[in-house]
């Protein structure tokens, strides 16, 4: 057969291998293009080449469909050669592309796709366009096969792994850009946009395509600030509860402990046991955050948030005062850092009336006394919890002769009054509390000489 190869000029080594192996064959095959220049006319001897051949081989590539291609070109004159390509025209994809960037005229046929050894199926498919003919140089052939087949696997393999390298670099990207994005989230969660903030970490990890599941430290990121919602979480009478926010949060801590364990484990349990106890606040009956803080210390025996928050449910029940103060002393061992929840620790132990019982003047002598150990450790005390301590211990209070005994009683005189001055320095009281204050200070110098 005459055969005219359409190929684009990258595969120009692949066509000269194929055009060895089908001369072998016995075709005779034009593929002499060198001559054309973009924007010349197609030479006349290319046109007569096309309108003169028995068949034509199209090596399909990105290149080859590309609009305003050469092999385009060639293919139009083609299909005035022949109006239907059956039987005529092979199409051969020797590079990914895909199908629906063929041109239309190349529908009607089926797009050769070589499997195994490429250039045993190409010749078969060109001698299933007309009587095959005398075959002859079959060593050579073979030869020229193995050229052929050498040369398609390589140009697969760059192929594909140029595919898998992009494929990473996006993958890649796309975490980059996510990381990003729940960096901005998570420094919003920690400035009280806490459902904001955990509504764009679930869209971040959610909308990940299966094969490439969100990053660990995304994961990580989205958990925290569950966490953090539900050590901060507030409820609003009327507004808000407790367990509409409970809801927003502690299943995304549920799922973290499908891939986590140790300490990490430990602190994401304590936290579905606050969920549970905030939830028990509402009135919800059934609760039993202590069962998840029992599970958080067998994971963590010294984990913070587990002693800390049963240490507060526990200052809820008449007669656990003792049983509280252990679980705060175990919360805050091992120097807890800040950033494990030490600010946390503290405003539970200043968040409810310790004992959960009626004696004023022993539970502003306890305030006092976590006052004192806030201060020798040089930790930050809340404005409103130094505000309690003036209105439950160390101001007006200290006009009630029990109340005085019991504060007075506390510390020894010097720590007394180094606590006082600097819970309350000259320069920061206000005129309407200058008056008990002097007092005050002068209950405490006295003793301490």
Known sequence: MKLFLSYPSAQRDLAESLTLA??????????????????????????????????????????????????????????????????????????????????????????????????????????????????????????????????????????????QRAAEQARLDTETRDLARATSAAELCDSGGHAVALAQLNELTTRQPPLHPPAAKLLDTREDCAMRWLRDMRAVVGKQTFGEQVVQAQPVLVQGLSRTGGVRAADLRAHIGWGEYLRGRDGISGVNPAAHWKRALADDAGNVYANAMWARQLLDRPGHLDEARTRFAKALAGGVTESRGRVFVRALQFGATLGGNADAAANAADDVVLADELRRGAELIRADHRDRLWGRALGAPMFDAETRAAVVKALPPPKMLATFVWLFPADGVSDDRRPIWRFARHRQQRPAG
């Open 22 to 163: 089908l001369e072998a064959e016995g075709h005779e095959v034009f593929i002499d293009r060198a001559d054309l220049k973009a924007g010349q006319a197609f030479h006349q001897t290319l046109r007569e080449a096309i309108l003169g051949a028995d068949g034509m081989l199209f090596l399909v590539t990105p290149e080859s469909v590309a609009p305003g291609s050469y092999a385009l070109a060639e293919l139009n004159i083609a299909q005035q050669r022949w109006r239907r390509p059956g039987g005529h025209v092979l199409p051969v994809m020797v590079v990914a592309t895909p199908i629906a960037a063929l041109p239309i005229y190349l529908s009607a046929v089926t797009v050769l796709q070589p499997r195994g050894e490429a250039l045993a199926e190409i010749v078969a498919a060109v001698a299933r366009l007309s009587p095959p003919p005398a075959r002859r140089g079959k060593l050579f052939v073979a030869a020229a096969a193995l050229v052929l087949v050498a040369t398609l696997a390589l140009g697969t393999a760059a192929w594909h792994q140029s595919e």
